[in-house]
């Protein structure tokens, strides 16, 4: 049965829930279809165009600037129809509506075509929503609101070699000089760094208090004298993540978020909006790859392997309650969301990725390692590698397991 247009529209208004989410909605639609299309089926044609295999961009610098161009162009539409910060505060341009209406609009957005919004994703996920809720009135509308109106990208500086999952053992230091901080140090995997306008960065302020107490959370100009951003090249070829040194960067005492040694609270506020960022992107790459894997197991006759068909059912399961827990989470408005769900969500995106690598592993064999040109097979290895990042990035499945295993299931603290 093929779906009209006026189907889709119908479908995307049942979503609203009550006659303020219709009006809403209505306006989102009408402000959509003046905008841009509806998506059609994601059929692609076998054999045909890029198989997108990719997890991480494989762009170059020219390009990712365009996709970050392009995102920021549509974020600029969004808020002059109203839709930029639809959750954000009156006062500084928002609408003040509550998160319900950010999710309402995600969704019907979603069956539309537009822009990667990837490169924007740290600053509205992120950055925008702990300095708009620690920072000051100055802060939020000098570098929160840019970030909304599409004028800004935003990155967040927080690892670093020696910290990571432990990042209360940040080393970069600031040290007060009259109204400034000096900041010295090095960041790594900071996604975005290379076209950010704004960084979020967590420093130690007090080496000599405890590490979780000495650290302080400023935002810092990424064209500051004394930063230098370098691309760090991945395992599949692109050049996603840099590194970031900063060598006597001034940041004015303004631009500290927070108590100076309050750095610990304004981190777990940051990771809980970047756990749930991660679970949010992944599912429609996700359906794609089990299409294409359904496809590629018939082509090569291996579903007549009864270990296909078994490894294939237990992923394609797995797929769907990924999804399910997905609309659960979607159904918690936002301030009774706990960590626990947010961690969910993101170890099974992370496993399902890896384990849809291992399935085309299975179905191709040899042709998983040795390029023979065909269509829709040594790419897959690009996939595998990639997902092994998906395991790390927002907190690594480790350290997410021992926090559900402690925090949820109430099991013995692991000795440290
Ligand atoms: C795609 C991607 C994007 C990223 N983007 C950014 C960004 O924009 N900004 C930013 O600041 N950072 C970013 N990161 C960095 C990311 O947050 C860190 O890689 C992550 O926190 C893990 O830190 P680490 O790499 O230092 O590993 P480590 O912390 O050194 O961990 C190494 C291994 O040891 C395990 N481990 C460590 N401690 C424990 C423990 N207590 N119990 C059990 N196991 C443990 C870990 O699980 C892991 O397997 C990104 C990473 C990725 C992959």
Redesign the pocket.
Known sequence: MTVTRSDAIEQLMALARDSEQRAFASHALEFLTANTELRGPQQSVWGIGDERLTL?HETSDEEERAEAAAALGWQKRRWEAGFGWISGPVEHGGRGLSSEFDRLYRQIESAFEIPDMSPLR?GIGTVGPVVTAVGTPEQISKYVVPIYRGESVA?????????????AGVRTRAVRDGDDWRLNGQ???????QFADIGLA?VRTDPDAPKHRGITMFLVPMTAPGIDVRPLRQITGGA??TEVFLDDVVVSDRLRVGEVGGGWRVTTQALAGERKAVGDRTHEITDRAIAMLAELATRSGRFDDPQVRQDFARIYSRLRIARFQQHRIQQIPDDRLSGAERAIDKLLVSTNLRLLGELAAEILGPRFVVNTGEWGTFNWNKWLMGAL???????????LK?MLAERVLMLPK?PK
């Open positions: 991480f740290i990155c967040q500086l927080f690892s670093e070699p020696a910290a990571g999952s432990d990042l960041k790594v995997w900071t996604s975005n760094a967590l996603s993540f990042g998906y395991r790390i990035a927002g907190g690594t499945e480790e350290i021992t692991e």
